[in-house]
């Protein structure tokens, strides 16, 4: 089931930590791939600045944000410290309009937390719905049906606490 994960803070966490608009702006993450759309419950490569303009009515994910700077790969250390975990974690952000369709009710084959940097989600899942503000954080075990309902315009990140490929292949 979700809970919410109040135990542990993300100290270094802030709009001005992401620098969003820079990622955006960077050649870099489009030549890396690292930016998608979700549209139809899939996530989609987006080629070029141009592109994301376009798509900006959709959700946007961009990938492999552990690795974007010393805070956020501190933060995911810490939060791997913190649940006890031993392996890799990484984080994804998106970035989502309100009333724009993300994920239909789906699973993570890792257990997943999600931290709201900006504004405010539903988590629908089995057992009901829970709401996701400004600075707060859920935990999602692994393999547990939920989706996110885009309320309001948003800024949310998703930390996968990842088990090594054999974990899953033998799960």
Sequence with gaps: MLQRLEMFKFSGICEDTLAVEDVIASAHVYEQNMIKVVRNNASYVV????????????????EGYERFNS?????CKAL???MKHQGF?????FLSPKAS???A??????????????????????????ELSEGQSIYIPRNYPHRAINTEDSIMLS?????FTEQKLWA
């Design 105 to 130: 009710m789906h699973t993570d084959p890792d257990d997943v937390v999600v931290h709201m940097v900006k504004g405010r989600k539903l988590f629908e899942s089995p057992d009901g719905v829970l």
């Design 89 to 93: 974690v990484s984080c994804h952000l």
């Design 80 to 82: 791997a410290s913190h």
């Design 47 to 62: 080629n070029n600045l141009n592109e994301y303009l376009e798509l900006s009515t959709y959700p946007i994910k961009i």
């Design 159 to 163: 930390f996968g606490l990842e088990l």
């Design 71 to 75: 805070v956020m790969f501190r933060e």
């Design 101 to 103: 369709v993300s994920f």
